[in-house]
């Protein structure tokens, strides 16, 4: 491989783990909150389902749900950096798989879920308040004010 070559395949190789990480991490928040994932060779999308009906989103629930997801993605990012450094492939595994998955990531979803409950909210809860702020600009812009705070 010449060098000219190398910063292309290596842009290629990140954008690669990058999409593998994150389908792997919102699955496993998914299936921790009991949604089952629907991926179809014929559209990039993932689909979550879930018979759970949204409850009103007080701005404590988004400030909780934010501090959650702002400490769970710096982890997730650290995990990456640290299997990359190794120069070991990212597996692309979900925490469904039970002992099937590296202590890495076997962590990383422990933590997840201790997170979670340490702001106060169920993994459920945490799933759907996910899901209204997909949906809704409103819920997204107070989300983000959150995170911006945060940072």
Not at 14 to 33: A, E, G, K, M
Not at 40 to 62: E, G, V
Not at 109 to 134: D, K, P
Request: charged share 20%; net charge positive; proline share 5%.
């Amino acid at each position: 491989m010449t060098n000219a070559n190398s910063p292309i395949s290596l842009s290629l190789i990140n954008q690669v783990i990058s999409r593998s990480l994150l389908v792997t991490f919102l699955t496993s928040i998914s299936l921790l909150c009991g949604l089952a994932p629907n991926l179809s060779f014929r559209s990039p999308h993932l689909i979550l389902s879930s018979s759970a009906f949204a409850q009103a989103i007080s701005d404590d629930d988004l400030r909780r749900f934010a501090q959650a997801a702002y400490a769970i993605e710096r982890k997730r990012q650290a995990v990456v950096e640290g299997i990359v450094r190794r120069n070991l492939p990212v597996p692309d595994t979900t925490c469904a798989a039970g002992g099937n998955i590296p202590p890495e990531l076997k962590d990383f979803c422990e933590f997840s879920r201790q997170t979670i409950e340490a702001n106060q909210l169920t993994v459920g809860r945490f799933q759907q308040i996910r899901s209204a702020v997909q949906s809704d600009p409103t819920l997204k812009q107070k989300v983000d004010a959150e995170l911006r705070r945060l940072q």
